[in-house]
């Protein structure tokens, strides 16, 4: 039992002995597979690589190749421009060269011709200088004595020539720039020809039916009274049909009464309280109006960079009038005028056309001073920066100040010429408007007074007072004293009815 034992350990020893050794011998053999695989696929790499690397030594070369070509073409270009290049500088050097040729033998021949001439100067001042001998000799006085007896003769002989042909050239001068300045004044009257419109002093107000009328005038006249009084422009509600007749030499007034009217009409309500808030209304809406007009005025025209002022100047001048003529249309026409005649005298159009649409802005301002129009007109764009030409053409249209530009004579010829136009102006007018002006300021002129509105042609004066600092016996006083001066100081038809008006009013709100 114990042998058995032994021999299975042995056996066992053996074939664990035997185990080690096959498996030795078969690691070995995977080793070595292992390595001749290894070694296989390093062949296939390295033969991939080499195949590789030639193709990409093929690629580059070719692309060399192909560059080296590329810059071989360039260069035989390149050359066979130079070449052309070179035959064209050595043709123009040859021909330099032939040209430098014929000028050196041009030089020479003038080098030549040059000393002849020299030579022939000095045979000619010789002879020059015994021909002048031989003079003096004959003559018995000397060269210089000659020249003077000579240069006198000729000076008076070209005087006496001279003087006549300046009187001629004067007589022709003053005869051609006669026609010619007839010319570019008719040319510029016809060129510019306007129909002129006489402003008169009554509107008519058209209504629908002639019920509207007995509202107008209101209980007892209450209405139409407080119509007048607000806006100074009479009403004439008379037997004729739909209409109503507005009075007032002002225009701006008579504008605003119209505008009035015509809301109060439409609207239905009319009372005291209305009338005063329409007629405050339409004094803000035409003012608004005012600087529409001269806008539009400065944009037709083509004027630009007026000052804001002047511009609503402009536009006031739609509702003023000169002896009857618009005073926004006689300027428009008048620097229409200058613009057409300075541009036939080569004189600066836009400087002209300026002064122009300016020349009686002195016309338009409300306090309107004692100055002359056009003194305060110049004084008028100085203040707001205009060129000193249109300032001195604006003041010198009239004569006042002495014209120191080409502009103002333009514009003082071109005022006559609008002015002088058949029909243009009524000198009745005029003279109307400034008596009833006259009166307004006479009034105004006393202590108190507030508004003063001369109404039925100057047959009366309104005269509206401050409540406060007058009283109702000093409103006597002060219509009795307004009545003395227009009759110690004025001159009118008929008589003058001076009506002073002192209201009170108490206000108070419910909150």
Request: proline share 2%; hydrophobic share 40%.
């Amino acid at each position: 039992m114990l042998d058995f034992g032994l021999f299975a350990l042995v056996g066992l020893m053996l074939g664990a002995i035997a185990s080690y050794f096959l498996m030795q011998i078969a690691s070995k053999k995977n080793r070595e597979s292992a390595l001749r695989q290894a070694e296989m696929e390093g062949e296939v790499i390295k033969k991939e690589k080499i195949i590789e690397a030639k193709d990409k030594f093929i690629e580059l070369k070719e692309q060399f190749e192909e560059g080296v070509s590329h810059k071989e073409r360039a260069l035989e270009n390149l050359q066979k421009k130079l070449n052309v290049r070179e035959f064209s500088i050595n043709s123009r050097l040859k021909d330099i060269n032939v040209q430098k040729q014929r000028l050196d033998a041009r030089e020479d021949l003038f080098e030549r011709q040059n000393r002849f001439l020299k030579d022939k100067n000095a045979q000619l001042a010789d002879l020059h200088v015994k021909q002048v001998r031989a003079l003096e000799e004959i003559s018995k006085i000397s060269a210089e004595e000659a020249g003077e007896r000579l240069e006198d003769a000729m000076k008076a002989e070209i005087r006496s020539k001279s003087m006549s042909y300046e009187k001629e050239v004067v007589e022709e001068a003053r005869l051609s720039a006669k026609r010619q300045a007839k010319k570019i004044v008719l040319e510029t009257i016809q060129r510019i020809a306007a129909e002129e419109v006489i402003e008169n002093s009554v509107s008519v107000f058209n209504i629908q039916s002639d019920e509207i009328k007995g509202r107008i005038i209101g209980r007892e006249g209450r209405n139409i009274r407080a119509f007048e009084s607000l806006t100074g422009v009479e009403l004439i509600v008379d037997d004729t049909p739909e209409s109503i007749l507005l009075s007032c030499f002002d225009p701006v007034r008579r504008e605003i009464a119209r505008l009035s009217l015509d809301v109060l009409v439409k609207d239905g309500r009319i009372h005291p309280a209305r009338i005063e808030e329409v007629v405050a209304s339409m004094n803000s809406k035409i003012e608004d109006e005012i600087v529409e007009a001269g806008n539009r005025t400065v944009i037709d025209l083509g004027i630009h960079g007026l000052h804001p002022e002047l511009i609503r100047m402009v536009g006031r001048m739609k509702y003023r009038s000169s002896y009857g003529q618009n005073l926004l249309q006689h300027s428009r026409e008048v620097a229409n005028l200058c613009a057409t005649m300075s541009a036939e005298l080569g004189l600066n159009v836009k400087l002209a056309k300026r002064a122009g649409l300016l020349h009686d802005i002195g016309k338009v301002p409300d306090d309107e001073p004692e100055l002359p129009h056009a003194i305060l007109g110049m004084k008028l764009a100085e203040k707001y920066g205009e060129r000193a030409e249109v300032c001195n053409a604006i003041g010198a249209h009239h004569d006042e100040v002495e014209m120191n530009s080409l502009i103002s004579p333009v514009v003082q010829v071109c005022d006559s010429i609008s002015g002088a136009r058949p029909g243009a102006r009524r000198e009745v007018v005029e003279s109307y408007i400034r008596r009833l002006k006259d009166l307004e300021e006479l009034a105004l002129s006393h202590r108190g007074v507030v508004k003063a509105y001369a109404i039925q042609a100057g047959r009366e004066l309104r005269v509206m007072v401050e409540s406060e600092e007058v009283d109702d016996i000093q409103a006597g006083d002060i219509s009795l004293s307004i009545s003395q001066k227009i009759r110690d100081e004025m001159t009118y038809p008929g008589q003058v009815k001076v009506t002073v008006i002192r209201e009170t009013r108490a206000i108070n709100f419910a909150k």
